[in-house]
């Protein structure tokens, strides 16, 4: 029974941390072949892997103006965000907005299922950390524009590029890419070749603070 116990719990240490671990160093230098994100919806991935000099600096910049703009500061968790969404729930009962920052986003996509629950957002913290502690931000963001979700079927920032406005990621105009930017988190439910009026104004905004908020680029960009 002891050995038996023994094994349970190497085999549970070797799935919640070993595995993982080695994933994230794996993913530091080569592409993800896919995520469980491709794998859960029904229309088959477009998905194109291009390194981050072939992805237009708008894009880089303009998902980061939108999803986190603490991104180059923080290792992963933006804590002062993530108290004042939990000091809303617990007021309110329901946040009025998330707290993930790329690097938890990364995580989810990466390793995650797709649900939402208190269980995957516990587990999702500590991957972020480790991708943080692991991998340099340059890299974090370059997988994250490879991967992130952009339309039905959609992965990455070559693949929307390629199929919303035809042309290569590289080519990519500010208002462009501020329009893919403006999409998420809801990519299914808008064009960004044909926005509405909501995310029309959501991707102009973006598109007006990228030439003033250039200071949150050098993680990446030096």
């Known amino acids: 029974m002891a050995r038996l116990i023994r094994r349970l719990i190497l085999a549970v240490f070797l799935v919640a941390v070993v595995l993982p671990v080695l994933l994230i ?3 530091r230098v080569v592409p993800p072949p896919g995520t469980p994100l491709m794998l859960w919806r029904e229309a088959p991935a477009d998905y194109r892997w291009v390194a981050m000099e072939e992805i237009s600096t708008n894009a880089a910049r303009a998902v980061v103006v939108s999803e986190d703009q603490t991104f180059c500061e923080h290792s992963g968790i933006d804590w002062r965000q993530m108290n004042q969404v939990l000091e809303e729930f617990r007021e309110t009962g329901r946040p009025s ?33 480790g991708l943080e502690l692991m991998v340099p931000k340059r890299r974090i963001l370059e997988l994250y524009l490879n991967v992130v979700e952009l339309g039905d079927g959609i992965y990455g920032m ?8 035809g042309k290569p990621a590289g080519d990519l105009t500010r208002t462009e890419a ?3 930017a403006a999409i998420l988190p809801n990519p299914l439910e808008r064009d960004p070749a044909r926005p509405s009026g909501s995310v029309g104004q959501r991707a102009n905004q973006i598109a007006r603070d990228i030439p003033r908020l250039t200071h949150l680029f050098a993680c990446f960009e030096s």
């Open 25 to 27: 160093l794996l993913y």
């Open 158 to 165: 070559e693949a929307a590029a390629q199929r919303h406005f």
């Open 97 to 129: 907005r998330g707290a993930s920052t790329i690097t938890m986003q990364l995580a989810r996509n990466l390793y995650l299922p797709p649900s939402r629950s208190f269980l995957r957002k516990a587990v999702e913290i500590p991957l972020a950390l």
């Open 178 to 180: 501020a329009r893919l």
